[in-house]
């Protein structure tokens, strides 16, 4: 006779089946346990792989993004060279501008109002050389009381106009910036300025938009992109403040 663990004692036969049926359970329990564990392993290695293609799909959209925008920025900055003669002319009138005692009057809306300001700063600071005078750059677009002030009280297509005829004298400079060529307060301030007997700049993109035709120089960078025309137009800038500079 045997005995199972509850104390009940089995016939050798009984015994056996009772053993058989224990074991048959044993293996049963086992199998499911390993079909759990490996189904979550899978299920994991599925999500880590749906994962690695995201993150691939989207590495060859950074890529791609990446590549397309340089590119199209060397292209267009290589084009500048067909327009030395104009970026020459533009530093020579803001040369003699300073020279003669007067003054550049700077704007644009966005980030060509980031750009305006960048460029008063490089003037009333320095470009490269520190042993140099300060020179009277002014960016229309730095004081928000006045801005809020004249818009609020005029519109905002008056809010550089309004600044031209208070700063703006004979002989004065206007660059003023616009990837569209189209801005109405830049193009409001520039007939502000036009009237004042100042020379105007102009800063565009391919077309040169309205700008273009109230403006003595306009220099349109060749794109339609304003990203891509917005850092030409800072290059632009940059190399004028190098000639300018070089002189003093």
């Not at 074991?23 to 329990?29: D, E, L, N, P, R």
């Not at 759990?36 to 995201?54: E, W």
């Not at 199209?72 to 060279?81: A, C, D, F, M, N």
């Not at 002989?171 to 520039?190: M, P, Q």
């Amino acid at each position: 006779m045997k005995k199972c663990e509850a104390g009940v004692k089995f016939s050798g036969r009984a015994a056996s089946l009772v053993w058989t049926e224990n074991k048959t359970h044993s293996i049963f329990g086992y199998f499911c346990s390993l079909l759990l564990i490996t189904s979550y392993y899978v299920l994991n290695i599925v999500n880590l792989m749906d994962r690695i293609r995201m993150e691939c799909k989207k590495n060859n959209f950074f890529d791609s993004t990446i590549n397309d925008r340089l590119e199209e920025t060397i292209q267009v900055l290589s084009r500048l060279k067909e327009f030395t003669t104009d970026i020459e002319q533009a530093a020579q009138i803001i040369l003699n501008c300073f020279k003669s005692g007067n003054k550049l009057l700077i704007c644009g809306n966005g980030g060509s109002a980031a750009d305006a300001q960048h460029i008063a700063a490089e003037f009333v600071g320095k470009f490269y050389k520190i042993d140099r005078p300060a020179l009277p750059a002014i960016a229309l677009n730095t004081n928000t009381s006045i801005i809020t002030a004249i818009g609020n009280d005029f519109g905002y297509d008056g809010t550089f106009k309004r600044q031209v005829e208070a700063f703006g004298q004979k002989e004065d400079v206007l660059l003023a910036i616009s990837t569209s060529g189209n801005s109405l307060n830049v193009i409001e301030a520039i007939k502000a300025a036009t009237a004042k007997e100042m020379i105007i700049i102009s800063l565009t993109g391919q077309t040169g938009g309205e700008m273009a035709k109230v403006s003595h120089i306009t220099i349109k960078v060749p794109s339609t992109n304003t990203p891509i025309i917005q850092n030409a137009h800072i290059t632009i800038c940059h190399t004028i403040c190098e000639i300018v500079e070089n002189y003093f």
